[in-house]
């Protein structure tokens, strides 16, 4: 049962939007719009039923398929090639694939699945020398874990949230996050290609995931660290 209304998994917003989509695109068979008398609209009821639960059958069976060709080819590791069936590793080897697809295969109630995603998360370890993308770990491995605690209400998940590796990430006196952070030597950068500033949309993202945690922890320092970069907003609003 969902304990909490936070359900903050990138992977499960993209189910929901696919089964929207799915209703969205669905229009009734001929027979059924044209179909007329006492039992047209409870055949058409009937009729569209079946049609949503296929929709959502085969959404299951893509990610059984997406899952176990990850699971086949790049166990462990960041990322499938599905045109080798090889392995990629650009997310500090961490089994980011796991961590995206926890939330999703709990809601589909994909058990054996949930358990191979699970073990890979647990074997993930976050070397102090990787250079981590703090937006990027934020909302594939911290929010994937808040996710999956909301969930299942598990403790484990809040353990597993690796927000301490990002939080030198920050400018102290702004709050503005950089775009990247070493795990453990907490040095800090902008890339070049992001022309060495900070982006607005990913130092404005990392609020939702910080307070959840805080919230949960029955700490404030992770809100208090996200929230920085509000107030400073709200500062360079009201004073120019």
């Not at 392995?87 to 709990?106: E, M, P, Q, Y």
């Not at 900070?198 to 919230?215: D, V």
Request: glycine share 10%; aromatic share 10%.
């Amino acid at each position: 049962m969902i304990q909490s209304p936070v359900v903050i998994c990138a992977t499960a917003v993209y189910v929901v939007l696919f089964l929207l989509f799915s209703w969205a695109t669905y229009s009734p068979d001929a027979a059924a719009i044209s179909a007329v008398g006492p039992g047209s609209h409870r055949s058409g009821e009937a009729s569209a039923a079946a049609s949503l639960q296929e929709r959502c059958s085969k959404v299951v069976e893509m990610t059984l398929h997406s899952w176990r060709g990850y699971a086949r080819g790049a166990w462990g590791h960041d990322e499938l090639r599905p045109a080798t069936n090889g392995s990629l590793d650009k997310w500090g080897h961490t089994a980011v694939t796991a961590f995206d697809a926890l939330g999703t295969l709990i809601i589909m109630g994909l058990r054996a699945e949930e358990q191979e995603a699970l073990q890979m998360i647990k074997e993930a370890e976050f070397s102090p020398e990787w250079k981590a993308s703090v937006f990027e770990t934020n909302i594939r491995h911290v929010g994937s874990m808040l996710s999956a605690h909301a969930l299942t209400d598990d403790k484990y998940f809040l353990t597993k949230a690796v927000v301490d590796g990002l939080m030198g990430g920050f400018n102290q006196a702004t709050g503005i996050a950089y775009h990247q952070v070493g795990f453990g030597t907490h040095q800090r950068e902008n890339e070049g290609w992001c022309n060495h500033k900070t982006i607005l949309a990913e130092a404005g993202t990392l609020q939702l995931e910080f307070r959840y945690l805080s919230q949960e922890l029955q700490n404030g320092k992770y809100g208090r660290q996200a929230e920085k970069f509000t107030d400073h907003l709200l500062d360079l609003v009201a004073n120019g």
